[in-house]
């Protein structure tokens, strides 16, 4: 395609989207809410991806320990946990240890959170085992339930579980509400196109007349949706990136042990996925919906 035939399609459409300014902004606004829609459901599932597996790699069964216990007890416990084949490894942690590693969790920021109770030190002494895989944490469990001296046993594999669920509700959820939003933006972007092809049907069929190809007279209409598409991805990746930057702000602040993608992944990544995708809605409304229009 020349230059010149690339640029005159363009001034055509650009001046076709003027003409039919409020009805190509329903357009524009429709595909952005379907990308946004998109956006918000991408990055949820690759937040919770990322926490599943932050928290899997951390997934271990803390095993606490009575203030009373007596060595013997201690000792038995240790055993029967070196014992299992599905523990990967065993390390004893004393309170001193427990509180250090605490105040590195939290960080420098929030040490006002513990001043209260670091000379009181509530914490207790702990087994902290690492297991080969998540799901053999029950089996560890259940191994050492019961057993004298034991306090408490804390195990993360539920929050794994739990979080997986959300992840497929959520999943199914974006599915659908987006097959939804893509339909709509295909039937506004649609209308739009059949505005402006049915006030030049004549001179369509003119030009189907005098020889034009079905292709020279797409192009212009195909363009047009094309620009609608790519101004709704803008659109909505602008509202993402701020929307996105909030709540990563209040959450990274509010629940500090929790690490999510950061925003700029929206500038990087999501917006020329969102600018191919506007290019592709635009597009694929446009042709459906000059298709009849052609056969003059």
Do not use: H
């Amino acid at each position: 395609m020349k230059i010149s035939t690339l640029k005159y399609f363009a001034i055509d459409s650009l001046k076709s989207i003027k003409r039919n300014r409020t009805i190509s902004f329903a357009s524009a606004a429709t595909v952005a809410a379907t990308l946004f829609i998109l956006g918000v459901f991408l990055l949820t599932a690759l937040d919770v991806k990322q926490v599943v597996k932050d928290v899997e790699s951390k997934v271990e069964v803390k095993i606490f320990l009575n203030n009373d216990i007596t060595i013997g007890q201690e000792k038995e416990i240790e055993a029967k946990i070196k014992s299992l084949n599905e523990v990967a490894s065993v390390r004893y942690e004393n309170k001193e240890q427990a509180m250090k590693n605490f105040k590195e969790q939290i960080g420098e920021n929030n040490k006002a959170l513990i001043e209260g109770i670091e000379k009181e030190n509530p914490l207790p002494n702990a087994y902290i085992v690492k297991v080969k895989d998540p799901e053999m944490v029950t089996k560890v469990v259940d191994s050492v339930k019961g057993m004298k001296g034991i306090y408490e046993i804390q195990e993360g594999r539920k929050i794994v579980d739990r979080i997986i669920a959300i992840t497929k509700t959520i999943k199914w959820i974006g599915m659908v509400l987006f097959t939804i939003l893509i339909g709509v933006s295909l039937f506004l972007i649609g209308n739009t196109i059949k505005l402006t092809v049915y006030s030049r049907r004549k001179e369509i069929g003119i030009m189907k007349y005098i020889g034009a190809t079905d292709w020279f007279i797409r192009w212009p209409f195909i363009i047009e949706g094309m620009i609608i598409g790519v101004f709704g991805a803008i659109i909505g990746c602008v509202v993402l990136y701020y929307g996105y930057n909030v709540v990563y702000t209040k959450v990274s602040t509010a629940m500090f042990l929790i690490k999510l993608v950061e925003p700029k992944y929206v500038l990087t990544t999501i917006s020329w996925q969102f600018g191919l995708l506007g290019i592709l809605i635009g597009s694929i409304g446009s042709i459906l919906s000059i298709r009849k229009f052609l056969a003059v």
